[in-house]
């Protein structure tokens, strides 16, 4: 099992990326996943028009500077006009992206009638021109990448055009493929076909394929892996609110033993981290409101998990979110 993910001349020694989540991996998410050990994130997924807009405003800081320490990352990009995705795609490597990711996998029900994301699924042409057209107006030193889901339907033409965007994307220059198991009809229901994956990454050959879909745990990750012989995973729900997942891949792939979960101790200890970071980069006003949606997940973690859910909800600034903590998360 490989052990490097290579896109491109962009080098990276560890084969598990953190996913492009819409409304999660902002700055302090990216940082959290950094300090447990992903060696490359995607910032949330960006619409081409908000990408264009927000470049000449203020709310910029908040999404579009990266800090030094926040390398290699990678921007994906949303939308429906080429015209639009190329500017959308060079303002975003002037702000200093490593990577640009199209998506074409997005199955949220107004993004698909504004024939964007997963509704691309159905048109190879004006996929391929999109991915040609980004290709040759980025440096080539910045690589090119795609996500895809397994069709947008379960029908064999609806994998036939998934093929021909794969096949076309590698043709025009992309470095790799991100495959998510599920049609695009089906969000998130039911289970990730990563029988599918394997069949995509037999046929790639060489070629880099990324597989995602239902990766909640360091075993299942590694299982995944062998079995598909896939060139790597993003990890996308199963790390929110859940960071040490990066760090137990890392352990699993040295073969070393697992170890113990995070204590309540050290639980908070980066929940507060998290919430320092978030508070720097967004204000006090701000962040109370923005880290409640990851206290939903990092609950998840809590022998009380309804109750301590609640509580982070509940939370409307700073000292309410300590009080959360001092009240649930003591090792006593």
């Known amino acids: 099992m490989k052990l490097m993910l290579r896109f491109d001349d962009l080098k990276l020694p560890f084969p598990v990326i953190q996913a492009a989540l819409s409304g999660y991996s902002d700055a302090p998410m990216r940082q959290i996943s950094r300090e447990f050990g992903a060696g490359f994130t995607l910032c949330e997924v960006f619409l081409d ?11 910029s800081r908040f999404y579009l500077n990266i800090h030094a320490s926040d390398h290699p990352t990678g921007a994906q990009l949303l939308g429906s006009e080429p015209n639009l995705f190329v500017s959308a ?23 698909l009638g504004r024939c964007r994301g997963g509704y691309l699924m159905t048109d190879p042409p004006k996929a391929l021109e999109i991915v040609e ?51 695009v009809l089906q969000r998130y229901d039911g289970v990730s076909d990563w029988d599918f994956i394997g069949r995509v990454k037999r046929h790639a050959g060489t070629r880099v ?3 995602s879909g239902d990766l909640f745990d360091a075993e299942t990750v590694i299982r995944r892996m062998k079995e598909t012989g896939v060139d790597g995973v993003a990890l996308a729900r199963g790390v929110i609110g859940n960071p040490w997942l990066f760090s137990q891949v890392h352990t699993a792939l040295a073969g070393d033993p697992m170890p113990s979960p995070p204590s309540l101790a050290e639980q908070a200890a980066v929940i507060m981290r998290h919430y320092d970071l978030s508070e720097t980069l967004y204000g006090a006003h701000r962040s109370a409101s923005d880290m409640r949606k990851f206290g939903v997940y990092y ?23 300590l009080a959360v903590l001092r009240t649930w998360y003591r090792d006593d």
Do not use: M
């Open 89 to 111: 795609a060079k303002r975003l490597v002037e702000f200093g992206f490593d990577l640009i990711d199209l998506n074409f996998a997005c199955p949220v029900k107004k993004v």
């Open 299 to 321: 609950a998840k973690l809590h022998p009380q998990q309804t109750a301590v859910r609640d509580a982070f909800v509940r939370a409307k600034n700073r000292d309410d979110w």
């Open 209 to 211: 394929i990324l597989g």
């Open 133 to 183: 057209r980004v290709r040759e107006s980025i440096p080539a030193s910045i690589p090119l990448t795609i996500k895809l889901r397994k069709g947008f339907d379960g029908s064999a033409q609806s994998e036939d055009r998934f093929y021909a965007i794969l096949d076309g994307g590698f043709v025009r220059g992309i470095a790799a493929a991100t495959v998510h198991g599920r049609t």
């Open 49 to 59: 028009q908000f990408v264009v807009h927000v470049s000449q405003g203020k709310k």
